[in-house]
């Protein structure tokens, strides 16, 4: 098991967002993170990412406790966040130069693969460039590359459909599935159903800081009693449901 | 009552400790320097008219106009011209004591090297305040539709009105400058009469304004609608090289950072460049040490805000670094700029008269104050701030 969450409660001050939430990521598998706005995702995220402290339950990564050894945990992940965030005072390849210093990285090794990265996002001209020249769909790329270059096994991405052009869509799904080939996990949230839908291995569904349900597409199916309905539907009923409650 | 929020961070314990050593050396130096004047020196007069005329540019016109204000308020032009009334009033009266208390500062120097009486010294002081009334006259013009556009003619009025007050004042008699200062406010005021608002200008020139003092207030503490700009700066290379360190991502971090925000290293530079000259033309041997040291202390206490300027970047967060060694590497960029800087304000300490054991003596305290500063002060602010 790569990631393991267990009834992780948590939040950002003392009032709970996430009520005791648990599940788990396995080597080489790509798991959806899937919610209505404020449903707990970007939480559980920050969680995972080590920006907040749970206030009980247990996160771990290839067994490695986040609380206990914090940076074992996170020499082993990589994210990229929803909004790009780039360091204003460095260029394209100091960013990179960065990540290899960060992470403790071969530094012949991780150029060689960020060079193919920026290459399949069209960057590889625009190493000397600052972040204020860049639009914000390239920043996004940038932040895929400065996470795809590293060996973290597992592999956090936040909402990345929006910003980017169908080609760099295409382009970072496929890298995904290429790493997922070498054994990452990779924890995706998103809107973007019908994506979700094709690339995910399998979902979880999150309403009200809890696990509204979990599986791959058959189990939701079948939980929501639809067997031939999109991720879509499921999704909207399920919420719907969650409504009338 | 925005800005009250801001004197109260610009005056905290330590800055108002330099503040006074600051002001005390000052004033002790000009007390020290008037006795060795004698009369009649060539420059002096012209020394008072310099000051003169700048002191008429201290304090602007505060309109407090805000960007969507036009929108709210463009159907409001009768009350809009009776607030811009009470505004220029209200500016005038601000700008006058300021000016009046800054024409203060200069009557002991025009005492011993004019022959002043009683009633010259009114005189002068009446017409500081008839040329400040002139000026925002001209400030107020420059935001009306009908004279707003000539701004080579406004910048002139600005500077060349007080000119020819001071110039009659000082060279020719106190009398004669008050009758040039009513002549010309008697003059401006009747030939710009037509003062409508133009919106446009007069929100830029308010946000003109209010961008100079916050820019000021960002010399001591972050200001959000101020951010530094960022200059790629290729001949700082060997400088980055220098203070960085191998592998090690804060260090590489805050190398960049430094050299290229130009607020930082801008603010750095331009203390390091005033505590310099300020050295090295002071001759007092005790007096020059204390400035020395304080400058030092100026420039260490200004860097440390830095340690801060990138906790609001996720990534920091999710890098596999402890905060120890993300202390340890500013610690080490803090004591390199120090070092440099002390280095630079000793050197320049040596002074006109070529005096190696001031300088030696400055040496020696500077490389012991910049020690204590990174290894204790920043330590004991360090635990305030991750508390």
């Not at chain 2, 500016?91 to 011993?112: E, K, N, W, Y």
């Not at chain 2, 005021?189 to 929100?203: C, E, G, P, S």
């Not at chain 2, 801060?308 to 920091?316: A, D, G, I, K, R």
Request: proline residues 3%; aromatic residues 12%.
């Amino acid at each position: 098991m790569a990631l393991e969450i267990k009834n992780l409660i948590g939040g950002y001050s003392r009032i709970p967002v996430l009520k005791g939430i648990s599940f788990q990521v396995k080597p080489g598998e790509l798991v959806g993170l899937i919610g209505l706005n404020g449903a707990g995702k970007s939480t559980t995220i920050n969680h995972v990412i080590g920006l907040l402290r749970p206030f009980s339950g247990e996160i771990t990564l290839n067994g490695i406790n986040i609380q206990q050894d914090p940076v074992d945990y996170k020499k082993q992940i990589a994210y990229v966040p929803e909004t790009p965030i780039l360091y204003d005072e460095l260029t394209l390849r100091e960013h990179i130069e960065l990540t290899i210093k960060a992470y403790s990285l071969n530094t012949e090794e991780a150029w060689i693969r960020a060079r193919k990265l920026l290459k399949t996002f069209r960057l590889d001209n625009k190493l000397d460039w600052f972040p204020a020249n860049f639009s914000k769909g390239m920043k996004q790329k940038v932040m895929i590359c400065c996470a795809l270059m590293t060996n973290a096994k597992l592999l956090i991405v936040d909402e990345p459909f929006y910003g980017l052009d169908p080609l760099a869509v295409h382009d970072l799904l496929e890298l995904i599935e290429e790493r997922k080939k070498a054994g990452t996990a990779v924890l995706m949230s998103t809107h973007v159903l019908d994506t979700a839908q094709r690339y995910c291995d399998r979902f979880v569904l999150l309403a009200n800081g809890k696990v509204r349900a979990r599986g791959t597409l058959d189990e939701l199916r079948q939980k929501a009693d639809k067997p031939d309905e999109s991720l879509d539907d499921i999704y909207l009923s399920l919420a719907r449901d969650d409504q009338n409650e | 009552m925005e800005l009250l929020k801001y004197w109260r961070l610009v005056f905290n314990d330590h800055f108002v400790i330099a503040l006074f050593f600051l002001f005390g050396a000052l004033a002790y130096g000009y007390s020290q320097w008037l006795p060795q004047l004698n009369n009649h020196l060539w420059w002096s007069r012209w020394l008072l008219v310099l000051w003169f005329v700048l002191i008429t540019q201290v304090g602007r016109l505060a309109t407090l106009l805000k960007r969507p204000d036009p929108v709210f308020l463009l159907p409001q032009v009768k009350s809009i011209s009776r607030y811009l009334k009470q505004a220029t009033i209200y500016s005038m009266v601000l700008g006058v004591l300021m000016m009046l208390t800054l024409a203060a500062i200069a009557l002991p120097f025009a005492l011993t090297t004019e022959r002043l009486t009683r009633l010259d010294i009114s005189l002068i002081l009446i017409t500081a305040l008839i040329t400040k009334v002139t000026w925002h006259w001209t400030a107020r013009k420059a935001i009306s539709i009908r004279w707003g556009a000539q701004r080579r003619r406004t910048v002139a009025e600005y500077w060349i009105n007080p000119l020819i007050v001071w110039l009659v004042t000082w060279l020719v008699g106190p009398i004669w400058g008050l009758l040039v200062s009513v002549i010309l406010l008697i003059a401006m005021t009747t030939y710009y009469r037509n003062v409508a608002i133009d919106w446009r200008l007069a929100v830029r020139a308010e946000q003109d304004r209010m961008f100079s003092i916050y820019r000021f207030f960002n010399l001591f503490t972050d200001v959000p609608s101020v951010q530094g700009n960022i200059k790629r700066r290729r001949w700082a290379t060997g400088l980055i090289k220098i203070l960085e360190n191998d592998n090690h991502p804060w260090a590489y971090l805050y190398a960049h950072g430094f050299v290229r925000n130009t607020e930082v290293s801008g603010l750095v530079t331009r203390l390091t460049i005033v505590g310099m000259l300020v050295v090295f033309f002071i001759p007092v041997n005790w007096l020059n040490t204390v400035i020395a040291l304080l400058f030092i202390y100026l420039v260490a206490t200004q860097l440390m805000p830095f340690y801060e300027q990138y906790q609001n970047n996720v990534f920091t967060h999710i890098y596999p670094v402890t905060h120890e060694v993300q202390v340890k590497d500013f610690q080490r960029l803090l004591n390199r700029v120090i070092i440099i800087e002390m280095l630079l304000i000793v050197i320049a300490s040596i002074g006109r008269d070529l005096n190696w054991q001031r300088l030696g003596l400055n040496l020696v305290l500077g490389i012991t104050e910049s020690y204590l500063l990174t290894k204790f002060y920043f330590q004991s602010r360090i635990k305030k701030v991750t508390k």
